[in-house]
């Protein structure tokens, strides 16, 4: 078991399948020459001009070329060089990017289809909100069950922004799991799911993992319109039914999931069908995705 740390509340169990392939850009820069001038004839002098010279008898042999100089004195003229390349900015640490959510961009809201209603589970499935590779493209998913008050979900955030950077095959997806002992998991967990029906999910994930400590009802309306939200159509999404809503029956199939597969505590990762519970290194998840 490669990940560690855990919020608990029960077990472990079964999951989800796929394989792994890597991607490689190849890049080349050619760089053009110069061609040198050919040497100046020296300057005339008065009497070249006054009294020209008889025209020379023709040469011996007419066909013959002329015989290069010796010498020449110009310089060839420099050549051009490529341009330097402009690096990349960092990579920041590990330590640093668990310790700050919200550090790096956001990804693209990417679309996960909803799976096939399972017999027995409360809730209706839904889209899931994913960033990385297509549903079609992808050849790893990682799918992860998260509450949005667990202290230790909050160090996987830039971690998983950085696993889709360095693997464009993998798509993560996100499962809403908030946890009963965490009182404002839930009203956190149907703010992200709203932002998702408009569209940016990611943006309001990152802001409400790092202000965690602010999960209350005026904080999600300052995170949405920070993000450029239409307040009114927010406050719509957020104010359907907590029980029957769309939103609520999504967030209800989710848990029901994670029951299913006995993930008892977040964060909880199936990745091609092996189960994880908690968090433990950005490099343990990622030799992960590597074998997968």
Same mark, same amino acid.
């Given at each position: ?7 608990? !509340?029960? *077990?472990? %169990? ?13 890049? *080349?820069? +050619? ?14 002098? /008065?009497?070249?001009?006054? !009294?020209?010279?008889?025209?020379? *008898? ?9 015989? /290069? ?6 310089? /060839? ?11 990349? /900015? ?11 959510? %919200? ?8 679309? &996960? ?18 960033? %990385? *590779? ?53 009203? #956190? ?5 709203? #932002? ?25 309306? #300052? ?21 029957? %809503? ?13 029951? &299913?597969?006995?993930?008892?505590? +977040? ?13 433990? !290194?950005?490099?343990?998840?990622? !030799? ?5």
């Amino acid at each position: 078991m490669l990940l560690r740390h855990v919020h608990t !509340s029960a *077990a472990l %169990g079964r999951a989800l399948s796929r394989s792994l392939t890597t991607l490689a850009v190849a890049s *080349a820069l +050619t760089v053009a020459g110069a061609c040198a001038k050919a040497p100046a004839p020296p300057p005339a002098t /008065p009497a070249d001009v006054a !009294s020209p010279a008889p025209a020379p *008898a023709p040469a011996a042999n007419p066909t013959a070329p002329a015989a /290069p100089a010796a010498n020449p004195t110009v310089a /060839p003229a420099p050549q051009p060089t490529a341009p330097a390349p402009v690096a990349s /900015p960092a990579e920041p640490d590990d330590k640093t990017l668990e310790r700050t959510p %919200g550090l790096t961009p956001p990804h693209a809201t990417v679309i &996960a289809k909803a799976p096939v209603a399972k017999a027995g589970l409360a809730g209706t499935p839904g889209d899931s909100p994913a960033m %990385g *590779a297509t549903d079609e493209a992808a050849l790893v998913k990682v799918f992860v069950f998260s509450d949005f008050q667990c202290p230790v979900c909050r160090r996987a955030v830039e971690p998983l922004k950085k696993l889709v950077r360095a693997h464009p095959e993998v798509q993560v997806v996100f499962k809403q799991h908030p946890l009963a002992m965490h009182a404002r998991a839930m009203p #956190a967990a149907r703010a992200a799911m709203a #932002a998702f029906t408009l569209g940016k999910f990611w943006e309001m994930h990152d802001r409400l993992f790092d202000a965690q400590g602010q999960l209350d009802d005026a904080t999600f309306e #300052a995170h949405a319109q920070a993000i450029g939200f239409d307040l009114a159509a927010f406050k719509a999404a957020l104010g359907e039914d907590p029980v029957n %809503g769309a939103i609520a029956k999504r967030i209800a199939y989710d848990t029901a999931q994670a029951d &299913a597969l006995e993930l008892g505590g +977040t964060p909880a990762f199936v990745i091609n069908g092996e189960k994880n519970m908690g968090w433990g !290194s950005y490099l343990g998840i990622e !030799s992960q995705v590597v074998r997968a």
